[in-house]
């Protein structure tokens, strides 16, 4: 939604200089945790600019996500002439605090490519209980919030996945055979 928002923004710009922003994301909508209006003044700033630098034709916006890292991608050929694309110290100040990182490619075609890393944010929560039907009420539950949900049936696995994982939250039942909560 952010990213449409972005596009719906800064639409009537690119028609004037005849650039025509195309952009690919995935079916299911990707998840990110931060300032909405952060992000948002972070995604039109920097398609604002991107198109003031672009020349006439495509500007191909891709948006991905690959664990727990979420990619936005612009490819466009410079206007000739242009430098390095330089994002207003709002833009990059905001990115900055988000933790986003921006990068910029140049081949020797004059095509450009920008990257955006944006960390998803997506809690973990490792829920550590040998009643799977519980663990799989306190997933449903959880999904609906944007929470990745990682189970663990015992304590000893429970401790290895936390060590791996370092979840933001650990639900866990106190009452388990061999190796219980408190231990």
Do not use: F
């Not at 979420?70 to 050929?77: I, M, Q, S």
């Amino acid at each position: 939604a952010l990213l449409r928002h972005a596009q719906n923004a800064v639409e009537r710009l690119a028609t004037q200089r005849g650039v025509v922003v195309r952009v690919e994301a995935p079916g299911e909508p990707v998840l990110i945790a931060a300032d909405a209006a952060m992000a948002r003044q972070i995604l039109v700033g920097t398609l604002s600019q991107v198109v003031q630098c672009a020349g006439p034709g495509p500007l191909d916006v891709v948006l991905g996500e690959d664990e727990g890292q979420v990619r936005l991608t612009l490819h466009y050929a410079a206007e000739p002439g242009t430098s390095r694309l330089l994002l207003s110290d709002a833009v990059a100040h905001l990115a900055d605090r988000l933790g986003w990182v921006l990068h910029e490619e140049k081949d020797l075609c004059g095509a450009r490519m920008l990257t955006l890393d944006m960390v998803t944010g997506r809690p973990t929560v490792l829920v550590i209980d040998d009643h799977r039907e519980l663990v799989e009420l306190i997933e449903r539950y959880l999904s609906r919030y944007g929470c990745r949900v990682v189970a663990a049936s015992d304590g000893h696995d429970g401790i290895r996945l936390a060590r791996e994982l370092i979840p933001a939250a650990i639900v866990l039942d106190v009452m388990m055979p061999e190796m219980d909560g408190w231990e």
